[in-house]
C-alpha cells in the first residue's frame, strides 16, 4: 500500500514545495506584501516535512518488509564521518552549536556508504535537534580489534533509563516539544538502528537527564 501510494504523495508534494521556492524568490515580480513570503516560506518548510516524514516511513516499511539489502564495499569511513559532520553545519550555526569531529584521516571500511551516512546523519541531526543554543556536539572515530566505533556525543537534555531503552524502535517521541513545533514521525532512530544492523552492528545509546 505504502509503495503504491508513494507516487500519489510525492507529485502534489513536489509541486507544492517547488512553486513556494519560486514564490519566495518572487521569480515573476514582487508578491505584494512581506507576510505572503512569509507564508511562502512556512509553506516550504511544511512541505519538506511532511516529505521527510513519508519518505521515513516508506524507508521503515521497507526495512519491516526485508526489501533492503547493502552493497559492502570498500569506501573510506573517515571521510564520510567529516562529511556527515558538514551536512549539518547549517542547522548548528543556526543555534551556535559547536561541531567536533576526531578520528583517524583515513580509515578503509567494507560496507555500504550510503545507508552508513544515512545512520551517522540520522543521529547528528537528533543530536542537533535536541541540543540547546551555544551547545556542543562531537563525533569520534575509532578503530577496534573487532571493528570499527563511532562516538556520538551532545549535551543536549538527556533522557531517562526508560527512554533510553525505548531507543531504536519505531514511532517513539521522547521530546514533546521542539522550536518549530514539528517532532518528526519518530523513525529516525528506528531507521538508523535497522540499517547498522545489516552492518551486524550495534546502535548503543547512553544518556542520563541533565
Known amino acids: 500500500f505504502l509503495a503504491n501510494m508513494s507516487h500519489e504523495l510525492r507529485t502534489p508534494l513536489n509541486a507544492i514545495i517547488g512553486f513556494s521556492e519560486m514564490m519566495q524568490a518572487q521569480v515573476f515580480g514582487p508578491l505584494g506584501s512581506d507576510k505572503y513570503v512569509d507564508y511562502s516560506a512556512h509553506i516550504k518548510e511544511s512541505g519538506d516535512y511532511l516529505l521527510g516524514v513519508i519518505s521515513d516511513v516508506l524507508d521503515m516499511s521497507r526495512l519491516d518488509a526485508g526489501q533492503v539489502s547493502i552493497e ?77 566505533n563511532i562516538y556520538i556525543a551532545d549535551n543536549g537534555p538527556g533522557m531517562s533509563r526508560e527512554c533510553v531503552a525505548r531507543i531504536g524502535k519505531p514511532f517513539e517521541q521522547f521530546h514533546a516539544q521542539v522550536d518549530n513545533g514539528m517532532k518528526g514521525s519518530g523513525l529516525g532512530l528506528a531507521i538508523a538502528h535497522s540499517l547498522i544492523s545489516l552492518h551486524q552492528g550495534h546502535l548503543r545509546v547512553r544518556s542520563r537527564q541533565g
Not at 114 to 120: T, V
Open 72 to 148: 559492502p564495499k570498500h569506501f573510506d569511513l573517515a571521510q564520510s564521518v567529516q562529511s556527515a559532520a558538514r551536512r549539518i553545519e547549517l542547522a548548528a550555526t543556526e543555534k551556535s552549536i559547536v561541531i567536533e569531529a576526531k578520528g583517524p584521516q583515513s580509515l578503509r571500511y567494507l560496507g555500504d556508504r550510503a545507508a552508513i551516512e544515512k545512520s551517522l546523519g540520522i543521529v547528528l541531526r537528533n543530536a542537533v535537534k535536541f541540543t540547546g543554543n551555544d551547545g556542543a556536539v562531537s563525533i569520534r572515530l575509532r578503530a577496534s580489534q573487532s571493528g570499527v
